[in-house]
């Protein structure tokens, strides 16, 4: 009857010697039911008596249990008598799956821990230390074998062998998240979400048909060929890639328009209802003077001129100009400096040989004597006068190698030399292009 009553208590107590490591968060308890069976080193067998267990999922593959036993011994270390055992050990099991991975049915376990023993009438603390599996019928029920060493340290210290087998149930939490949809058939047991997406959040926040997982804008309702992101214009060119993503435009052009069709971007082009060259900025080319040669290749833009001579003409066509503009170029008698009456007519001669179209002309300045003095004299004299005028033109500006120097001395006159008046006239330098 005492015996009875020791396992009647047994099957109340909160402890197993069954694994408990299968436990996760969604059946963090469990209990088990079987028999076990001891062995006393250097002393008697016992027999096959229940146990009855429960257990707690704490974590990362451990579990709290606490186990208790019923037992008995016909001749206890030799006395002849029988004597009742029972066993109550607090334990630590570590899930050997979390080392080796999730084998689903097949759950190998170890545990250690401490105890409080009962022999007879005496008691005492016991260390506990073992290994075991679960085998699972299915997601809650299964079956524990395990076998393990203890020794106890009682009036009379033993060290023994126990070995249990027995049924288990895992049972608990069935929805973690607390969305419905039991943790068994939750894809997401953690996370709250809707049924029909089995547990969980709506995979597809914009409601473009583009699922998050896959949605490069999940909060913008996109198109599936741009992996869920928009393209507002629709031009084929998505936002996240369109220069302009309020106006179609040109998959070439980073999705911008271009009016014109000259491969310049409206925003970019100066001229977007014309056509134009890019390195012109979507305009096109002006010719001014109308010769063919567009004005940034073209040296003489007021002027037409032949392709083959950069725009310009090919003959001078100032000579009048230059002619009207030299005329009263002259000198005091016997001298060659530049009297100052006639710097702003050098002035002017000089601005028309700069011009862009008369550039590519040479000049010969030659310079002329009255027959006053020497012959020989006035030939010195007639070049002295057209150097003077020739550097003065170089001073303006006008390149030196286009600038040549003739004396005629008084060989040349266009006056008379009888008079003071005709005199005049002949002490003179004239311009005139060189072919």
Known sequence: MKHLKIAVLALLLITSYSNVSAQDENNPWMTTFGTNYIDIKDGDSGSMLPYVSLGRYL?????????????KFDRPWGTGSEAGFFGLDLNIKYDLNNVFGDSKWFDPFLYTGLGENWVGTENGLGFNIGAGFNAWFNDNVGFSISSGYKKVNTPIDFEMY???IGLVWKFG?????????RDRDDDCPRIAGLAEFNGCPNPDTDNDGVNNCCDSCPDTPGLAEFNGCPDTDGDGVM??????PDVPGLIELQGCP???GDGVTDKEDECPDVFGPEPNSGCPYIDNDGD???DILDKCITVPGPASNDGCPEVFGNKEMVDLAAKGINFDTGKSNIKSNVLSILDNVANILNQNENLQFNFSIDGHTDSTGSSERNLVLSEARANAARNYLISKGVDSNRLSVKGYGESAPIDKNSTREGRLNNRRV??????
């Open 59 to 71: 974590g990362s593959g451990l579990s709290l249990e606490l186990a208790g036993s019923v037992n």
């Open 430 to 435: 004239e311009i005139t292009e060189v072919k």
């Open 239 to 244: 936002d996240l890639e369109d220069n302009c």
């Open 292 to 294: 063919g040669v567009i």
């Open 162 to 164: 126990q070995h249990s």
């Open 258 to 260: 271009d009016k014109d």
């Open 173 to 181: 939490k069935s929805d973690t998240d607390g969305d419905g949809v």
